[in-house]
Structures are given as C-alpha cells and as structure tokens.
C-alpha cells in the first residue's frame, strides 16, 4: 500500500489522493486499507516515516567506514543523501519529510524539521563525540535554512538547480562554521563506525 501511495502522489500529488485509488493501486478491498489506515493521511504519513528511516540508513551506510578531513564532509554527505532521496525516492520530492501534509506530521509534539534535527544532531554528535547540548541548536538552524533553500531549488528546477544546491551548502558550512569553528577534527576522534 505505501509504494502504491507513493506512486499515486508522484502522479496526482497530496490532493489528488485518495484511499480508494491507493487501495486500487494496491490491488486491496478499501476496507482491507482502513484496517491499517483511517485516512489518506495515515497512509502518507507512514510512508514519509518509511523515508525517514531510508534517510537515516542511507546516512548510516555512508557514514560506516568513511575517514573525513573534517566534520564538514560529514554535513556534505547529509545533503547528497537528501538529494538522492530527492531526485530517487518515490513521492520524496512531492512530500519531503511531511511538511507539505502537515508541519508536525512526523511527530505531533514537534514540527517535522524538529525530528529531523534531532536525528542529525543525535547522529553526527555520536560519530564525532560533539556534545549534543552544543550541537542542537546550530543544527536545528542549519536544517532550517538549508530546507527553504533547497525548496527553492527544487521549485526551480526538479533536479535541484545546482547553483541553489550549492549555496545550500555554503550557508550551512559558513553558519556551523561561525558557530561550532573547526573542532573537533575526525583525526582526533576515533574512527567512524
């Protein structure tokens, strides 16, 4: 049923939605869909939580093993894993992380780019042995930022147009720059698991 919905908000987008056609996609009674989902909401939300978990193992795969010259190509290797998801993940491109079905879809309690910097501060802060305490906030401002560029980028392009991707990252590396400087170093830390 989630690729099913994937697949249809690739096509007809959040609006065009509806159980019935999931259910027809899926090839499923729409009653044997409401035994899992109430709503079409449901059903995006739980897909939008099947991305997140891609995000976060797609991060884990790239992280495990890697030598960086520096945090920052840590924080590079965050933004080619979105773009990837991006321009690869079926309805990634049309939902984000929820945003576009609701602010706090991922978790009523807080908005989703919230999540999402959790999940990055409690993942890098665990690679480079940073304290989580420094490191929330800065991230928290860098998910931020690097969102509504990279939005912007996309609108412009469905690819990603590269000049606003890397302006992007530039933001980003110069604000957590300003903010975390160039400690520590991954020489000084042990390796990456």
Known sequence: ???????LVDEVGYDGLTTTLIAERAGVAVGSLYQFFPDKRAVVQELTLRNL?????????????????HWWDAVDTVFEVYMTMHREAPAFSRLHFGDVVDLRLLDETKDNNAVIAD??????????GMDLDRLA???SVAVEAADAVLHMAFRNDSNGDPALVAEAREL??????????????????PSPR
């Open 137 to 139: 906030t800065p991230l």
């Open 119 to 128: 999940k990055l501060t409690t993942f890098i802060g665990g690679e480079f």
């Open 1 to 7: 049923m989630l690729t099913a919905c994937a697949e």
């Open 53 to 69: 978990d891609r995000f976060m193992s797609m991060l884990a795969d790239r992280f495990e093993g890697a030598h960086w010259a």
């Open 172 to 189: 980003v590396r110069g604000y957590l720059s300003s903010r975390l400087g160039d400690e520590p170093q991954p020489n000084d830390l």
